[in-house]
C-alpha cells in the first residue's frame, strides 16, 4: 500500500524566508503527485499538480519538483509571507487507481 | 459552478444516533469521493464512485458505514449506529473524467462530525 510521508510535521519561520517542505511515497507507480493548502476549519485547496512525466511546476511563488524514481517531492515557497500559514498536504495519485494517498500534513506558521 | 456542496456543515448526535451526510459534485464530474480526516490518521479515503457506481470501498471502516449515489448530482455517507469514535471530518470531492486528467480533485467544505 502506498505510504507518504511529509516532514518536518510543523515549521515556524519568519516572514520573508524562503523554506521548502518535503513529501517522500513509497510506491513510485504514480499518476501523478499533488500539493493542497488547507486553512484551519476549511477544506483543500489544490496548489500545484505535477504529472508523473513531469519534473516540476510552478505557480507564483510556489515551486513543486518531482523525483520520481526516488519517491521524493518538495515545495518550495519564496519569500514566505503571513498568509501562507495554513497546512500543507502532499498527496499522490496511483496508476491504476483513482484516489489520492495522503501524506500527514505540514503545518507552516509565518510570523510577521 | 459554486464547486462541491456538503450538508450539514457541522453535525452534533448522540452515540447510537443514526448520521446522514450529503454531498453534491460539480457538474460533469464523474468521480466522487468520501474521505475522512482525524488527527490521529489524517486523510483516509473511504470509499469512491465513478459514474454512480461504487468502485473502491475497502477504506469503510465497518458495516456501520455505507455510501450510496442514486444519481450524478447526490451522494451520501450514512453511519449506523454512530460512535464516539466516528468523530472526525468527513470530506466530499470529485474530479473530471480520465480524458481530462491534468486536473485534481475539487473538495468540498467539510462536514465536522461529533459524536457525544
Known amino acids: 500500500k502506498q505510504e507518504v510521508t511529509q516532514i518536518p510535521a510543523a515549521l515556524s519561520v519568519p516572514e520573508g524566508e524562503n523554506l521548502v517542505l518535503n513529501c517522500s511515497f513509497t510506491?513510485?507507480?504514480?499518476?501523478?503527485l499533488q500539493w493542497f493548502r488547507q486553512d484551519p476549519g476549511k477544506g483543500l485547496t489544490s496548489l500545484l499538480l505535477?504529472?508523473?512525466?513531469?519534473r516540476e511546476q510552478t505557480s507564483g511563488r510556489l515551486n513543486a519538483s518531482l523525483d520520481k524514481s526516488s519517491g521524493r517531492s518538495t515545495l518550495y515557497i519564496a519569500a514566505s509571507q503571513p498568509g501562507d500559514s495554513a497546512t500543507y498536504l502532499c498527496a499522490v495519485e496511483q496508476t491504476g487507481a483513482n484516489n489520492l494517498f495522503f501524506g500527514t500534513g505540514t503545518r507552516l506558521t509565518v510570523i510577521p | 459552478d459554486a464547486g462541491v456542496i456538503q450538508s450539514p456543515r457541522h453535525e452534533v448526535t448522540e452515540m447510537g444516533q443514526e448520521v446522514t451526510l450529503r454531498c453534491k459534485p460539480i457538474?460533469?464530474?464523474?468521480?466522487l469521493f468520501w474521505y475522512r480526516q482525524t488527527m490521529m490518521r489524517g486523510l483516509e479515503l473511504l470509499i469512491y464512485f465513478n459514474n454512480n457506481v461504487p468502485i473502491d470501498d475497502s477504506g469503510m471502516p465497518e458495516d456501520r458505514f455505507s455510501a450510496k449515489m442514486p444519481n450524478a448530482s447526490f451522494s451520501t455517507l450514512k453511519i449506523q449506529p454512530s460512535e464516539p469514535r466516528d468523530s472526525a471530518v468527513y470530506f466530499c470531492?470529485?474530479?473530471?473524467?480520465?480524458?481530462?486528467?491534468?486536473?485534481?480533485?475539487?473538495f468540498g467544505p467539510g462536514t465536522r462530525l461529533l459524536v457525544l
Open positions: 510506491d513510485s507507480a504514480i499518476y501523478n
Open positions: 505535477i504529472q508523473s512525466s513531469q
Open positions: 470531492a470529485s474530479s473530471p473524467p480520465p480524458s481530462k486528467r491534468g486536473e485534481t480533485q475539487y
Open positions: 457538474s460533469g464530474h464523474d468521480y
